[in-house]
């Protein structure tokens, strides 16, 4: 007797048994027992999540209803005699389940894409079904392969075929086919199915089998089946066949070449632990166990989201796909790590996988990255990347690795506060004084440009989320309106100027300035000339056509310095971080410890 594979000996023969589907086998029952059956239906969804036994599923329950466990009757049973008898019923269904039924007719869209074929089916269709049926079932998996002339022969029979024909149409990629099918059609899209039910269905398969096998392999295949539950039962099937007894994860990595987990465990500690040695040795073993590059990035990319997760929401979440008895270590690596420093891991991995593949010498990329990792524990906020201060308390080692007394001070790339805080290179007092929070005490002329924009940058000085508003200026100012814009060589603050919820944020802002609410707009550039004493940047005042040359010319100035800080490593570290970061501006410092901008 031949072998039947797993994914065939354990397809779901009931709604319930569709394993991830209920919300859809709900619908389905109830529109049978209703009596408001659909004359076509499309079932989309990604490959083994079970549209093709839910079509089969459903076809046995409009026919054959008694060998469906959990299939409802119709209104109309008892009309034309009612259903035929139950080993009748059951003769049919399995029909359906091998392909075979003369009513239920299962076709692939590949194999009948021509329109001659559309042809014979609608000529077909209209022939009453044979025998004790109800309806004739015409079920198309892959539909998106016929053509768009078949599509188009069978456009008027599916908007209304005979009152015994029923369409179930099936397909992995529902964009490929046209707007006509789709609107005459119900439509159901299948969910790719939750690991830990996966798990379970792969549980009771072994069970059935009377095969012992190791949770972390149970575990690992569902993850490798990546929702499918058919791919699921392969990858079993395949691992079944090596014949040994219990499945342990030794086995499964030598059968499926999957990375050793204990290296990969030794690779996270030494990277927890800064262990730059330990880290690269690791990396080299399993390069030499036969491990490709990209599954490296993929195991540690997995791997450190299963630790992002435990470290925010705990290893009790539904989200934590380990099995219990590797929970407890996972647990104890989160603790080396925070959510942040492990978002960037998982960042910096993906980037260089992805553009390594471009590259002429990848292993470099590999084993650079692997350092990396093992040097930059712990991402940093932009603050302290900046000021060169350590990552965050607690925590072993800075960003860069270095002492900060011996490395160079670095270039900011957000405008430092004017008030208060000031930094140790800042000539303002060391203690700082309280900027003002209400209206000015003096009134100010609400019609002057210049006294405008100063009482706005000192309202919101102590605020760093207002940083930005020391390079735009007021354009133009009238009743109901306020328009900003960018001062010369900081048109880059427009990324940040034109979010409407910072310009809502302006807009509160100025309100107890002017006594009165306007909307506040940006554009690039300036429309009409300063009035006499407007402020043109972040300081200085204006003075006609010379000083409007003076700023175009100090406005290169800055664009040639922001590019010569770009280069810098600390800021491009910055940049790799905060990937939508926008360097405002650039400061150099002298001997003395004195800003110069």
């Given at each position: 007797m031949s072998y039947t594979v797993l994914a065939r000996r354990?397809?779901?023969?009931?709604?319930?048994?569709?394993i991830g589907q209920e919300p859809i086998a709900k619908t389905l029952r109830s529109a049978i027992e209703q009596g408001r059956v659909a004359h076509a239906y499309l079932f989309t969804g990604t490959r083994g999540?079970?549209?093709?036994?839910?079509?089969?599923?459903?076809?046995?329950?409009?026919?054959?209803?008694?060998?469906?466990?959990?299939?409802?009757?119709?209104?109309?049973?008892?009309?034309?005699?009612?259903?035929?008898?139950?080993?009748?019923?059951?003769?049919?269904?399995?029909s359906i389940m091998r392909g075979d039924d003369l009513n239920v007719i299962e076709i692939d869209g590949a194999s009948n894409n021509s329109v001659e074929q559309a042809r014979q089916l609608i000529a077909n269709a209209g022939l009453s079904p044979t025998g004790n049926a109800r309806y004739k079932i015409y079920i198309i998996d892959e539909v998106h392969m016929l053509s768009t002339s078949a599509f188009n022969a069978l456009l008027k029979t599916m908007e209304e075929p005979p009152p015994h024909v029923k369409f179930i149409l099936c397909t992995t990629e529902p964009h490929k086919i046209p707007a006509t099918i789709h609107s005459r059609?119900?439509?159901?899209?299948?969910?790719?199915?939750?690991?830990?039910?996966?798990?379970?269905?792969?549980?009771?398969?072994?069970?059935?089998?009377s095969i012992e096998a190791d949770p972390q392999v149970v575990w690992q295949i569902a993850r490798l089946a990546n929702g499918s539950m058919?791919?699921?039962?392969?990858?079993?099937?395949?691992?079944?066949?090596?014949?040994?007894?219990?499945?342990?994860p030794q086995v499964m990595e030598q059968m499926f070449g999957l990375p050793d987990a204990q290296i990969i465990g030794a690779l996270i500690d030494a990277l927890a632990?800064?262990?730059?040695?330990?880290?690269?040795?690791?990396?080299?073993?399993?390069?030499?166990?036969?491990?490709?590059?990209?599954?490296?990035?993929?195991?540690?990319?997995?791997?450190?989201?299963?630790?992002?997760?435990?470290s925010i929401c705990g290893a009790d979440s539904d989200l934590v796909e380990l099995p219990d008895d590797t929970k407890a270590g996972a647990v104890e690596q989160a603790k080396r790590f925070d959510a942040a420093g492990l978002t960037y891991m998982i960042a910096l991995c993906e980037s260089v996988q992805r553009n390594g593949?471009?590259?002429?010498?990848?292993?470099?990329?590999?084993?650079?990255?692997?350092?990396?990792?093992?040097?930059a524990e712990k991402m940093a906020d932009v603050t302290a990347v900046l000021s060169g201060a350590s990552v965050g308390s607690g925590q072993k080692k800075k960003l860069t690795g270095s002492d900060p007394a011996t490395r160079p001070a670095p270039v900011p790339a957000r405008p430092a506060p004017t008030a208060p805080r000031p930094l140790a290179s800042s000539p303002k007092p060391a203690s700082p004084s309280p900027a003002p929070t209400a209206q000015p005490q003096v009134p100010i002329d609400t019609t002057n440009i210049t006294a405008v924009m100063s009482a706005l940058r000192d309202r919101v000085a102590d605020r760093p989320a207002f940083a930005w508003l020391r390079f735009v200026t007021i354009d133009q100012l009238d009743e109901q309106s306020a328009v900003l814009c960018p001062t010369p060589g900081h048109r880059e603050v427009m990324h940040f100027a034109k979010d409407q919820r910072r310009l809502q944020e302006i807009t509160d802002e100025l309100a107890p300035i002017l006594g009165r609410r306007v909307q506040v707009s940006v554009r690039a550039s300036q429309t009409q000339a300063q009035q006499p004493g407007d402020v043109g940047g972040a300081g200085g005042t204006g003075g006609g056509a010379s000083n409007s040359d003076t700023q175009v010319a100090r406005g290169a100035a800055r664009h040639a310095d922001r590019r010569a800080a770009m280069d810098l490593p600390l800021v491009k570290q910055v940049m790799d971080i905060f990937p939508d970061a926008?360097?405002?501006?650039?400061?150099?410092?002298d001997a003395e410890g004195q800003s110069n901008a």
């Open positions: 354990y397809r779901s023969t009931s709604f319930a048994g569709v999540v079970g549209k093709t036994s839910m079509a089969r599923i459903f076809a046995r329950a409009l026919n054959a209803p008694a060998t469906v466990d959990d299939a409802p009757l119709p209104p109309d049973a008892d009309a034309d005699g009612g259903f035929p008898e139950v080993d009748v019923q059951q003769r049919m269904a399995e059609c119900q439509g159901f899209d299948f969910r790719n199915i939750p690991t830990p039910k996966i798990v379970a269905h792969l549980e009771s398969v072994l069970a059935s089998e058919r791919d699921g039962l392969s990858l079993l099937d395949r691992l079944i066949s090596t014949g040994q007894s219990p499945l342990t632990s800064g262990d730059v040695k330990g880290s690269i040795e690791s990396v080299a073993n399993l390069i030499a166990n036969g491990v490709s590059q990209d599954q490296v990035f993929e195991v540690l990319i997995e791997r450190f989201r299963q630790l992002m997760l435990i593949k471009a590259s002429a010498t990848p292993r470099a990329l590999l084993d650079a990255t692997i350092v990396r990792l093992a040097l926008v360097l405002f501006d650039v400061r150099e410092e």
